[in-house]
C-alpha cells in the first residue's frame, strides 16, 4: 500500500498532531516516514518581526535551529513507534511547492499534514498550505483535523 509518507511540519499544535497521526498510520501499514519542514529565506524587507530584529546570519541560525528542533521532535516519535524516519528542512518562500517537491523527490507515497481550520474571511486572508498541496499536488493528501 503506502511504503513513504511525507510528514510536513511547521511547529504548530495541530502540525504536531498530525505528525503523529502519521506516524501512527505509518507504523500500521509498514512504511517509513519523512519528515520535512519548511522555513523562509532571509528577506531585507519583511514584516516579519524575526527578520527585522536580525542579521541574515543571525536569522539563519535561530531558523536552522528552530527546524532542527522539530525535526528532531518528529525523529524521537518515529523511532518510539518503531518507525524508521529521515528529515529535512528546506528554505523557501512557498511551503507547498517544496511540501510537493519533497514528496515527488523522496518518493513519497502519501503526505500526511494538518488543517488549521482557518475559514471564511481569516482562512481567504492567511491561506492555506494544506489547501495548496490538496489543489496541487498528484500524490495523495491525508488531512488531519
Same mark, same amino acid.
Given at each position: ?10 511547529? !504548530? ?27 523562509p529565506?532571509?528577506?531585507?524587507? +519583511?514584516? +516579519? ?13 535561530? +531558523?536552522?535551529a ?16 518503531g /518507525?524508521?524516519?529521515? !528529515?529535512l528542512?528546506? /528554505?523557501?518562500? !512557498? ?6 517537491a519533497?514528496a ?10 494538518? !488543517? ?7 482562512g ?9 498541496v ?12
Amino acid at each position: 500500500m503506502y511504503k513513504r509518507i511525507l510528514l510536513p511540519t511547521d511547529g !504548530s499544535e495541530a502540525s504536531g498532531r498530525a505528525v503523529q497521526a502519521g506516524i501512527d498510520f505509518a507504523r500500521s501499514v509498514g512504511a517509513e516516514v519523512v519528515a520535512m519542514t519548511a522555513t523562509p529565506a532571509f528577506h531585507t524587507f +519583511s514584516v +516579519s518581526a524575526e527578520m527585522l530584529e536580525q542579521t541574515p546570519d543571525t536569522y539563519e541560525a535561530a +531558523s536552522a535551529a528552530r527546524a532542527q528542533r522539530l525535526l528532531d521532535e518528529a525523529a524521537a516519535a518515529a523511532r518510539d513507534a518503531g /518507525v524508521p524516519a529521515t !528529515s529535512l528542512r528546506v /528554505v523557501t518562500d !512557498s511551503p507547498y511547492e517544496a511540501i510537493i517537491a519533497t514528496a515527488r523527490e523522496r518518493g513519497c507515497d502519501l503526505i500526511v499534514m494538518a !488543517s488549521h481550520g482557518y475559514h471564511g474571511i481569516k482562512g481567504l486572508l492567511l491561506g492555506s498550505e494544506t489547501h495548496k498541496v490538496l489543489v496541487h499536488s498528484a500524490i495523495p493528501v491525508l488531512v488531519h483535523r
